[in-house]
């Protein structure tokens, strides 16, 4: 089992390009093309896609570029990079069919997941709420990376979350050896990728393991448990995964606060369906 551990995780780590969704890659690439498009209009489409995000913050954090602080939003590493590496990172992403038959539930669900964590943010009074929504969109990144590196397991992953109907990460976990949330950490650390997304990548399955940031897992955890109980997009299973309780100590909401988060995204919620790709 170790050796198979060892074996999948070299696979997952063997990354060159990721998968991006072609109705993404084909309206960024003609906004790119308009000279005086803004850079928060691009930042809003880039936005709707987890993997072309993540080409950006992985780029714009890269020792290429040397800033000193850790860029963690679209815009800002948009006005960063300029538009014509945006067009590179574009142009260089692979677009895989399997993402047109497969990833598009996916897709539904993450950008749920980051409408949901700003929407949370902003209700707690965090700050740089648009950091929290990056984290949402990422969440289940690592979902994607498994299914293009090791596309030989998500038939065995797909049927034991059927036939012993559990969560898609821990049915990931018993035909790995790890979860989506482990390849999350593995991806942030190669791409040195700030500590803040880490901990919402990585611990939203796990919160007691959040030591720096918990109000980010804690976020995304709870921003994930809404986005499946509005039933937005499909990640991987049809469960509602448990909510732990500890979010609201650790974001200080009341049951206010949460009752407006819910009005928030009822009328929120319903932009999304209208956003799915033909």
Same mark, same amino acid.
């Given at each position: 089992?170790?050796?198979? !551990?060892?074996?999948?995780?070299?696979?997952?780590?063997?990354? =060159?390009?990721?998968?991006?969704?072609?109705?993404?890659?084909?309206?960024?690439? =003609?906004?790119?093309?308009?000279?005086?498009? &803004?850079?928060?209009?691009?930042?809003?489409?880039?936005?709707?896609?987890?993997?072309?995000?993540?080409?950006?913050?992985?780029?714009?954090?890269?020792?290429?570029?040397? @800033?000193?602080?850790?860029?963690?939003?679209?815009?800002?590493?948009?006005?960063?990079?300029?538009?014509?590496?945006?067009?590179?990172?574009?142009?260089?992403?692979?677009?895989?069919?399997?993402?047109?038959?497969?990833?598009?539930?996916?897709?539904?669900?993450?950008?749920? *997941?980051?409408?949901?964590? &700003?929407?949370?943010?902003?209700?707690?009074?965090? #700050? +740089?709420?648009?950091?929290? &929504?990056?984290?949402?969109?990422?969440?289940?990144?690592g979902?994607?990376?498994?299914?293009?590196?090791?596309?030989?397991?998500?038939?065995?992953?797909?049927?034991?979350?059927?036939?012993e109907?559990?969560?898609?990460?821990?049915?990931? #976990?018993?035909?790995?050896? @790890?979860?989506?949330?482990?390849?999350?950490?593995?991806?942030?650390?190669?791409?040195?990728?700030?500590?803040?997304?880490?901990?919402g990548?990585?611990?939203?399955?796990?919160?007691g393991?959040?030591k720096h940031?918990?109000?980010?897992?804690?976020?995304?955890?709870?921003?994930?448990?809404?986005? !499946?109980?509005?039933?937005?997009?499909?990640?991987?299973?049809?469960?509602?995964? =448990?909510?732990?309780? !500890?979010? @609201?100590?650790?974001?200080?909401?009341?049951?206010?606060?949460?009752?407006?988060?819910? +009005?928030?995204? *009822?009328?929120e @919620?319903?932009?999304?369906?209208d956003? !799915?790709?033909?």
């Amino acid at each position: 089992m170790e050796d198979l !551990r060892l074996e999948a995780k070299k696979k997952v780590l063997a990354i =060159k390009d990721l998968p991006t969704l072609p109705q993404v890659l084909e309206e960024v690439s =003609k906004l790119v093309e308009d000279p005086n498009v &803004s850079t928060e209009k691009i930042a809003q489409v880039i936005s709707k896609d987890q993997v072309l995000s993540a080409k950006v913050l992985k780029m714009v954090n890269s020792p290429i570029y040397g @800033f000193p602080r850790r860029i963690s939003t679209i815009q800002h590493a948009l006005v960063l990079l300029g538009f014509n590496v945006i067009k590179g990172i574009i142009i260089s992403t692979s677009v895989f069919d399997i993402m047109n038959t497969s990833m598009v539930g996916l897709w539904e669900h993450s950008l749920g *997941c980051a409408l949901a964590s &700003s929407v949370i943010a902003k209700k707690a009074n965090l #700050k +740089d709420p648009e950091e929290y &929504s990056v984290a949402g969109l990422l969440h289940d990144l690592g979902k994607v990376i498994a299914l293009v590196q090791l596309p030989e397991l998500k038939t065995e992953v797909e049927e034991l979350v059927k036939k012993e109907d559990i969560p898609y990460y821990l049915a990931e #976990k018993k035909v790995m050896g @790890f979860g989506h949330d482990r390849i999350n950490a593995w991806l942030v650390d190669y791409w040195n990728l700030p500590l803040r997304l880490k901990e919402g990548l990585a611990w939203h399955h796990q919160l007691g393991m959040a030591k720096h940031y918990p109000e980010v897992a804690a976020v995304v955890h709870l921003a994930d448990f809404l986005t !499946r109980v509005f039933e937005i997009g499909f990640a991987g299973d049809d469960q509602v995964s =448990k909510l732990d309780g !500890r979010v @609201f100590k650790i974001l200080k909401l009341s049951l206010s606060k949460f009752e407006e988060i819910l +009005d928030e995204l *009822c009328d929120e @919620f319903i932009e999304i369906s209208d956003l !799915r790709p033909d």
